[in-house]
């Protein structure tokens, strides 16, 4: 039998954009403008009590995110928890806060996540370094947005 365990984890993420939260939260709740920054949704209901699920096959292997939406404050909050697995093994279980605060450039983001991570089977580690270049994805999309408004005018 295979050594069981679990490592927990909090991780917070700061962010500052120069876009609005209307704009910021935008990216997050539309499907479209989501899969420019994550990997696009196989199903998305943005809606407490809706589902975003993505599979994706990498090396043979598919890896499975699987969010349920718990509160959504528009424009301010969402709070979602999500499952990972690798194939058919639970890797993770999250609860993920994202906050979505005015700054005087335009968007202060919070992104705070507790995970448990189950047998070794994914670290912490690499789940915060994913999640940062996922919201440095965010930033280059919301930056040439707004370099097309700026040429357009």
């Known amino acids: 039998m295979n050594e069981r365990s679990v490592q927990h984890t909090t991780f917070v993420i700061e962010r500052t954009y120069s876009a609005s939260p209307a704009r910021v939260f935008a990216a997050w709740a539309n499907p479209?403008?989501?899969a420019q920054w994550f990997p696009k949704a196989d199903e998305f209901d943005f809606r407490v009590?809706?589902?975003?699920c993505n599979r994706g096959t990498h090396a043979g292997v598919t890896y499975t995110y699987d969010a349920h939406y718990q509160d959504i404050v528009p424009d301010q909050r969402i709070a979602y928890t999500y499952t990972m697995d690798r194939d058919e093994t639970l890797m993770s279980v999250s609860v993920t806060t994202v906050e979505f605060q005015k700054s005087a450039t335009g968007t202060r983001l919070i992104y705070t996540e507790q995970g448990a991570f189950f047998d070794g089977e994914d670290k912490p580690e690499y789940r915060e370094q994913g999640t940062k270049s996922f919201l440095d994805a965010l930033d280059a999309v919301l930056q040439r947005e707004?370099?097309?408004e700026e040429s357009k005018h």
């Open 49 to 52: 009590g809706g589902r975003e």
């Open 32 to 34: 479209e403008a989501k």
């Open 146 to 148: 707004r370099m097309r």
